[in-house]
């Protein structure tokens, strides 16, 4: 399998906007939670998708979404 990786600046700033939502999600967890979710039930699941953000945010900054994505569709569709 000959998978190719070519770095982008585009997607390193939205990653690092990406990743920034996600941080502020987490500092910012218990006024969401309060305001948009079900308040103290959903505190640890607003931190838990922050957090998730933060990683995906991470991901995409260093580019490697494309690289995982070429990974999985080679994987599943070449025969």
């Known amino acids: 399998m000959d998978i190719s990786y070519e770095f982008s600046v585009g997607w390193m700033i939205a990653g690092l906007v990406i990743a920034a939502v996600g941080g502020a999600v987490v500092i910012f967890y218990k006024q969401i939670a ?3 979710a079900n308040g103290v039930s959903s505190y640890d699941r607003v931190k838990l998708f922050g957090v998730i ?10 580019n490697l979404h ?14």
């Open 66 to 79: 494309t690289f995982i994505l070429e990974f999985l569709v080679k994987l599943i569709f070449n025969r």
């Open 53 to 62: 953000t933060v990683i995906v945010g991470f991901v995409v900054t260093a």
């Open 34 to 36: 309060d305001n948009l």
